[in-house]
Nanobody
Framework: QVQLVESGGGLVQAGGSLRLSCAAS????????MYWYRQAPGKQRELVATISRRGDTNYASSVKGRFTISRDNAKNTVYLQMNSLKPEDTADYYC??????????????WGQGTLVTVSS
């Protein structure tokens, strides 16, 4: 079984920064693409950023230039550095990973989410 655990959310003032982490654990052989999504109250979940195993990244236009996704393959961990935060960045942030497991082959795993609140 594989689990993703996010951390780093919290309350921050507009213009501030937060760094989210998402650590994978369990019967992992390797992890391919890792993702950050977010879901604001009353809105659909949206893709924020992706990072391939070799480090290729993509960002939603709304966060490009402010957020940076990175990963540490040795620690099976993905990060999201969020700078210049805006009130509209307030949401639950979720990580997702495409995991190659030791026994069950390829699976997709979601974390439980971490809340980011940006005050104006």
């Amino acid at each position: 079984q594989v689990q993703l655990v996010e951390s780093g959310g919290g309350l921050v003032q507009a213009g501030g920064s937060l760094r989210l982490s998402c650590a994978a654990s369990g019967s992992i052989f390797s992890i391919n693409t890792m993702y950050w999504y977010r879901q604001a109250p009353g809105k659909q979940r949206e893709l924020v950023a992706t990072i391939s195993r070799r480090g290729d990244t993509n960002y939603a236009s709304s966060v490009k230039g402010r957020f940076t996704i990175s990963r540490d393959n040795a620690k099976n961990t993905v990060y999201l550095q969020m700078n210049s935060l805006k009130p509209e960045d307030t949401a639950d942030y979720y990580c997702k990973a495409e995991v190659v497991t030791v026994i069950n082959g390829n699976i997709v795993v979601w974390g439980q989410g971490t809340l980011v609140t940006v005050s104006s």
